[in-house]
T-cell receptor, first 111, second 115 residues
């Protein structure tokens, strides 16, 4: 089983739609959680950190369920510019900041 | 402009040749990392360094070596390249986590093709 698992998609949605991505992680000792965004042939960039109480940044909402080892990202009012691959990332406990990446979920927002 | 720089941006390399991918950051981050990204497998950690003078193995270290002589530089060496090392390589840096999660910054990537 992969340490971080995501549905690869692609998710094809119309502009203005709400879309949700899910991610599960296997290591219960994981401490920090993130969503990164990666555009085609570019480097990953931090979209948002995920906090235990859930957090929101504009149209983006992230949730963490430690009991179920589950992370989610909700995008409201999708824009064409949201088209990208979204990477779920988990920081394992101990040994520094070794981030483990999911394989990513591809989102395509269409007119 | 502060950030993390990789060189070269792309390279075609004959199998069996030695190659060093360069990575430099000017953010004074303690930790640096090398990842490879392959279709369907995502980003996988090759080696990491939590501070100058120390390195550690990641998920897929075989065939690669690193050094961390100073804070800014973290070169990745392929001693004898093989076709399975064809990939996109990303270098990243971050502060070590203190009170909370720390963001990792990535270089623009090196596209390596081993033929």
């Amino acid at each position: 089983r992969k340490e971080v698992e995501q549905d690869p998609g692609p998710f094809n949605v119309p502009e203005g739609a709400t879309v949700a991505f899910n991610c599960t992680y296997s290591n219960s000792a994981s401490q920090s959680f993130f969503w990164y965004r990666q555009d085609c042939r570019k480097e990953p960039k931090l979209l948002m950190s995920v906090y235990s109480s859930g957090n929101e940044d504009g149209r983006f909402t992230a949730q963490l369920n430690r009991a179920s080892q589950y992370i989610s990202l909700l995008i409201r009012d999708s824009k064409l510019s949201d088209s990208a691959t979204y990477l779920c990332v988990v920081n394992r406990a101990g040994g520094g900041n070794k981030l483990t990446f999911g394989t990513g979920t591809q989102l395509k927002v269409e007119l | 402009i502060a950030g993390i720089t990789q060189a070269p941006t792309s390279q075609i390399l004959a199998a069996g040749r030695r190659m060093t991918l360069r990575c430099t950051q000017d953010m004074r981050h303690n930790a640096m990392y090398w990842y490879r990204q392959d279709l369907g497998l995502g980003l996988r950690l090759i080696h990491y360094s939590n501070t100058a003078g120390t390195t550690g193995k990641g998920e897929v270290p075989d065939g690669y070596s690193v050094s961390r002589a100073n804070t800014d530089d973290f070169p990745l060496t392929l001693a004898s390249a093989v076709p399975s090392q064809t990939s996109v390589y990303f270098c990243a840096s971050s502060d070590l986590p203190g009170q909370g999660p720390s963001e990792a910054f990535f270089g623009q990537g090196t596209r390596l093709t081993v033929v």
